[in-house]
């Protein structure tokens, strides 16, 4: 289309005092830019990001019949958008504005340069006004984007993303591969820094009483669809069009018919270790996996059950079904937001843990620690179940360590703080030995557990541990190395082992579905560390929670809730503008040599019968392809060749070898 | 026409390049960095030659050999091509991949004396300081080499 019609280019210059008059000449340059090919109308706009200019423009867009727009003004990182914008609503495609950065390119640095600055103006404007005769309208797709939003991970970040996306009346699919909700800080007892239950939270302004967010409202949440016993094994798309495919596990009752009775429980013949306990207590193969679990029902594990059939017959409602299968749905997303959580790092062979029971991590202890937990909340060595007199807590366990983890796990410092006063306040005459490299407390009030374990007489020891011994009766001696090299020796009946916060199995799976970066550690990289850090790479996925490195409830909390804002923007829009810019491949010309293939960073390009394809929902127009093409078969629109290519020769046309 | 005329005054062309010699110098910046780099030393209040050129490109990665090469041929004196640092491109392996190019052509470029013509910086978007040192010192070096040979004659404006 623009071949045919003639080129009409109308050349604007700003006239704002940062940029011109007083600087150079601007007549002068106004004059030279009526010389230039194709130039039909030149024209200064006053302050051309004030209203009345694009209003101006407009109306001169119109009544010259131009066809492409030059602005001499400030970077576009200010205003394009804007100027884009304006010319949509004169009707003309938004990629046939060039804009010249004449502020920051030629008169901020240059303000010193006298007359060379009118004449490095004019060789951008002439670059710009041979590149722009190039131009070539290009239109964006628009995708209706569904309103609905996945949640991967029923944490407790997913958890209160799901809800504060549920509070702005949308959809939410939560996922969770586990048989109810709630994740590790279901597991944690009492958690810093108000010593209540992991996942009890106030109450909202329209409810009376605290509540546990695990059972808060979700039976009445309609917005709110809990998929437990989920993975997910398919994933693919992008903004505005995920589709994934979801596998459910049988559960083995059904939820709508149980009434908790617990009569399936009591009978079912087989027992086994419990690992929500990390193996402190046992439990049945039909069990409920912890007091407050959400769903309302027990679950059957199918991986030990022999299906007796004994739970089905007591069964006072016909709520149990053995022969469920599963089940795979498949489903349409707006948009992502991934919270998978962490792992803990299991340390065999550290500091004797895995051969002597008394040595155990600290996620084990804070299970004791849990007056709902196996132990009723008392601390016991697991070699004799009698309370222990001396206890040690070993910090930087796999993390901040060469030769495991580099990261700092963070939240290891406050628990073991929370862990030795709580065990102070129960047993005071317990002699408790904190052995570390260094006390990191992050948080607004978390000094004050520092100063009040000194004043209850927990020893602190800054240096390294070099070797754990087991002595007689499981006791366990320690050699530690002070800071003076000086060389000690302790002896504690209970060792607690800080171990790292690693990434959740199964996010390198993820990973590659979504396209995500992973660090070294593999925890999932923001788009920015500092002004974007719950946006990914990936356009419409958003990380919260420890899926993006350890961190404490309170900081899980309000990136959920930052991300479920993010995550909001496109679904409350409705409607998805796709960037243009992307690669093309002219079939003809491609050779199928797959070198686009190898460079492409976002495995956007498939080799489909002997041609190179562009899956244009993943080109992010780069254009690294473009230049591997040995055919030139590819192009990047708006970046083409000879686009740029009109652009150096506007821009050097004055020297000798451009005019030959 | 050109020839004659170096022809007829050799030595005061010579001269004349060599006092009045102003390189030209086209910069290809990419959008999420350098082209930022340059903006946020103009507006804190660094100068650096005048002789630098913009040329916008989406990445560092776009830029090809031959636009290189087609701007030395046109009478560029010197070529920047500059984009973000390795571990923070905006497209992940924009500048690795323009790395490898570009020390492909400065060896190829060797052949013909042009190497030290070209030059490959990696910086962030807010490394002002860093622009106007990668800028002023590679302007120094094209300034020091002279013109550009493929060029027959200075400047005109």
Known sequence: MSCVKKIRIGVFTCDCVLISKHFFDLQAFENYAKTLPNVVYVERLGYSCSEKSQQLLKKRIKDQHLNRVILTACSPKHYESLFQRCLEEAGLNPYLLELVNIREQVIWPHRNEGHKILRKAKHLLRAAVYRAAELEPLSSSIVTVPPVVLVIGAGISGIQAAQALSDQNIRVHLVERAPAIGGKAAQLGIVYPNESCGVCVPPRLTEMSRECLVKRGFKYDSNIHIHTLTEITQLGGRIGNFHATLHTKPRGVITDKCIMCGLCIEKCPISILDNYNTGLSTRKAIYLPYPQAVPRAPVIDFDVCNRCGKCAEVCPVDAIDIEEQPRDTEMSFGTIIVATGFDIFEPEGMYGFGKNPNVITNFTLTRMLDPLGPTDGQVLRLSDKKPPERIGFIQCVGSRDPKHYTHCSRICCMITLKMALAIKQQKPETQIDVFFKDIRLLGKDYEKYYLACQELGVSFHRGEVTNVTSTRKRGLEIQFETLAEKHETYNVDLLSLAAALIPATGSQDLAEMLNLESDESGFFCECHKKLVPIDTTSEGVFITGCCNGPRDIAECSYLSAAAASHAAIPILEGILKENPVKAVVDEALCIGCANCFDVCPYNAITMKGGVSTINELYCKGCGICVVECPAKAIQLQNFRDSQLEAQLMGLLLNTEMAKQ | ?157
């Open chain 2, 1 to 157: 026409m050109t020839i004659s005329s170096l022809k007829s005054t050799p030595k005061k062309t010579r001269m004349l390049a060599k006092t009045k010699f102003e390189p030209r110098i086209v910069a290809f910046c990419c959008e999420h960095s350098s082209y930022y780099a340059a903006d946020a030393a103009a507006s804190s209040g660094f100068s650096y030659s005048v002789n630098i050129e913009i040329i916008r490109v989406p990445c560092v990665g776009r830029v090809d050999t031959i636009h290189v090469l087609s701007a030395l041929k046109k009478g560029a004196d010197g070529v920047m091509i500059t984009g973000c640092m390795k571990d923070q491109c905006y497209f992940e392996t924009g500048s690795t991949i323009a790395e490898e190019r570009m020390k492909e052509l400065a060896q190829s470029l060797k052949i013909v004396g042009l190497s030290d013509r070209i030059d490959f910086q990696l910086m962030g978007p807010g490394m002002a300081q860093r622009w106007v040192e990668v800028t002023e010192a590679f302007y120094e070096q094209i300034k020091n080499l002279g013109p550009n040979p493929l060029k027959k004659e200075s400047n005109t404006e």
